[in-house]
């Protein structure tokens, strides 16, 4: 709806960052690593089974790997490339402050 992306646009702005608009409660997030997850491989991490988040990259010093196997291993100062919902991303948040 012109609401839904009128709010869309207004939150991209604020936040500094491109809109994306990939449907309707989809959207692609950066997000800082948090330092509880430095170390682990993705699949230790449990990012995508306990948020429902897709990790789609992960950029480090300039570069993106996209697609990364699960076994990549997380280095502090990374950031994580994922798409789903605000509400998976509020997971994100919660669990791995």
């Not at 992960?58 to 994580?80: F, H, K």
């Amino acid at each position: 709806s012109y609401s839904s992306l009128g709010v869309e646009d207004i939150f991209s702005q604020l936040h500094s960052r491109e809109l994306l608009i990939l449907g309707e409660g989809f959207e692609l997030f950066v997000v800082l690593l948090p330092s509880s997850l430095a170390g682990h491989t993705l699949a230790e991490s449990g990012v995508s089974s306990r948020t429902g988040l897709s990790v789609i990259g992960i950029q480090q010093d300039g570069r993106i790997v996209t697609n990364p196997p699960s076994s990549t291993r997380l280095q502090e100062g990374c950031e994580l490339l994922m798409l789903g919902s605000t509400r998976q991303r509020q997971a994100f948040t919660e669990t791995f402050r």
